[in-house]
């Protein structure tokens, strides 16, 4: 991300964290500030999980020097909805993501969000972070196959019993009795594969529209009756970072979320985090002043397109659909589909392909706004650090690497 849009970011970040900061009071974050510092000390007492990689060496690797790396700590520290204050604690949290534990599954998906992770040809922070966090299982990442991948989960789910994070990309097909999905030599269904790994989880993570709803292949007909992990898992604390694909950054936060403070973050009625998911598109969107002129495209290629005016007469969701993708945008910040003359299809919302992929405007589509309406945004949210479902200090005592990052499996191949 460039220098001006990391400062463009912060901005607008640390406009919306000052009103939570002033609702919350100070002594609510002294408290949570001395509970960090206590959670990063307790770490730091830890050895990696995976020591195959230095942070520091990595970002010195790419280039990125400390007055950089500072820059990303500062702007993270308010998407996080959090005092500047915390800077210097999500910097050292950036630097400990190597002592939590994280497995990774696909089910029913087309890996768009792993390939999401990897996209980026000059790695940057986020992506170097994704580097560093202990990834014990990764199907798609990893350079084993068969019988030997089938160790490595094995081996890590015990190894890191009630400790690892586990990540799910896709959705679970339901429809005869599973077995449009299974996995692995004695053809575990998917669904049994979620529920035994997710039972030794100390949190699971649906990544992307499928995990979360369900995605594209629990549109209608939905053949193979699919839906998403909450559907699914039960008795476990379960954080949704939907969209097609999920946002590195919203991943990244969610982990370091994690390291800082031992909790997950809190979450909305929908189970996505408040910090990413607390901000409405069409709120923060570049083309809204055009919306309130009234100045819209009115068909393709026309002069509003381009004069980039508002696309809501051709079917633009973002007045119905939370998330931050506005502000933070795709590919390091480059662009955003909006940015770049589509409308927002609703794609961190359930149900979007049904409801919401389609060109006409909301007016005409007969959908109701959200629980809790359209206006309803991250001003009467705000991160409950403290209050947020609490899942322990799931620090491990003790263990190595299974396997490398990808940066190391490719250094095998
Ligand atoms: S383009 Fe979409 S999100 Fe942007 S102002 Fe128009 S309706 Fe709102
Ligand atoms: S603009 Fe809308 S459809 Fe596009 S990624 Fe963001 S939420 Fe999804």
Redesign the pocket.
């Known amino acids: 991300m460039s220098d001006k849009r990391i400062e463009s970011v912060k901005k607008l970040f640390t406009s919306q964290s000052a009103k939570v900061e002033t609702n919350r009071g100070e002594a609510y974050y002294e408290t949570l500030f001395d509970q960090c510092r206590q959670r990063l000390d307790a770490l730091r007492e830890l050895p990696p999980v995976s020591n195959r990689i230095d942070f520091k060496n990595a970002i010195f690797d790419e280039g990125i020097d400390r007055r950089d790396f500072l820059k990303w700590a500062s702007a993270t520290t308010a998407m996080l909805m959090l005092p500047a204050s915390f800077t210097p604690l999500v910097a050292e949290a950036a630097e400990l993501m190597n002592r939590i534990p994280v497995v990774w599954i696909e089910l029913q998906d087309c890996a768009g969000n792993s390939e999401a992770l990897l996209r980026s040809d000059g790695p940057k922070i986020d992506e170097i972070i994704l580097d560093i966090i202990s990834l014990e299982f990764h199907e798609t990442l990893m350079a084993a196959s068969g019988h030997q991948a089938e160790k490595q989960l094995e081996d890590a789910i015990e190894t890191f019993k009630g400790k690892y994070i586990l990540f799910v990309e896709g959705s679970i097909p339901r429809g005869i009795d599973g077995y449009y999905g299974t996995i692995g030599a004695k053809a575990e269904t998917f669904e049994e594969h979620l529920l035994r790994l997710a039972n030794d989880a100390a949190a699971v993570v649906a990544v992307g529209s499928c995990a979360t709803f369900g995605g594209v292949p629990a549109a209608a007909p939905n053949p193979t009756d699919a839906v998403g992990v909450m559907e699914m898992v039960h008795g476990k604390p379960i954080i949704n970072i939907p969209a097609c694909p999920a946002n590195p950054s919203n991943m990244v936060g969610v982990i370091l979320h994690y390291v800082l403070t031992g909790q997950i973050p809190e979450l909305d009625s929908l189970l996505r985090p408040k910090f990413a998911f607390g901000y409405r598109?069409?709120d923060n969107?570049e083309?809204?002043a055009h919306?309130d002129a009234g100045e819209f495209v009115e068909e393709w290629g026309d002069e509003g397109a381009k004069n980039n005016f508002?696309?809501?007469k051709m079917g633009?969701k973002?007045?119905m659909t939370f998330n931050n993708c506005s502000i933070i945008r795709y590919n390091e910040g480059v662009n955003w589909p909006?940015g770049v003359g589509r409308?927002?299809i609703g794609c961190s919302e359930p149900d979007f392909w049904d409801k919401y992929a389609y060109e006409r405007p909301m007016a005409n589509a007969n959908i109701k706004a959200p629980t809790g309406g359209v206006e309803k945004t991250v001003d009467e949210f705000g991160l409950g650090l403290l209050t947020a479902a609490g899942i322990g200090i799931g620090i491990h005592a003790a263990g190595s690497a299974i396997f490398g990052k990808k940066s190391h499996v490719e250094e095998e191949a």
Request: charge should be positive; proline fraction near 7%; include cysteine.
């Open positions: 598109i069409h969107c083309r809204r919306f508002c696309l809501y633009c973002g007045p909006v409308g927002c």
